[in-house]
Nanobody, 125 residues
Framework: QVQLVEHGGGLVQAGDSLRLSCALS????????MAWFRRPPGKERDFVAAIHWSGAITDYADSVKGRFTISRDNAKNTVYLQMNNLSPEDTAVYYC??????????????????WGQGTQVTVSS
């Protein structure tokens, strides 16, 4: 059974940093393309960042580029999202996800077959 367990959300002030983590079990992590998505209040779920199974290739939404960093530790079966210089616009429920599909479709949430439970990130102004 594939499971994704997230940690690290919380309430912070604008300009602060947070690091989210997501541990994968039940699938070979070292061959799993991983991503983070988020759902702001009252809005659709959006792509945030993705990382190739090799760890060598990453992709970011324009809104987070330069502030967020996705990384992975294959020894711990864990993917991270380091979020710096947070703003109230980053307030959302953040989800990690894994896909058996090609990295080429990394921004399409329909390509991801397993999702974490979600972790709330709230940024106050």
């Amino acid at each position: 059974q594939v499971q994704l367990v997230e940690h690290g959300g919380g309430l912070v002030q604008a300009g602060d940093s947070l690091r989210l983590s997501c541990a994968l079990s039940g699938r070979t992590f070292s061959r799993a393309n991983m991503a983070w998505f988020r759902r702001p209040p009252g809005k659709e779920r959006d792509f945030v960042a993705a990382i190739h199974w090799s760890g060598a290739i990453t992709d970011y939404a324009d809104s987070v580029k330069g502030r967020f960093t996705i990384s992975r530790d294959n020894a711990k079966n864990t993917v991270y999202l380091q979020m710096n210089n947070l703003s109230p616009e980053d307030t959302a429920v953040y989800y990690c996800a894994t896909t058996p599909s090609s990295y080429a479709s990394r921004r399409l949430d329909r390509e991801y077959d397993y999702w974490g439970q979600g972790t709330q990130v709230t940024v106050s102004s």
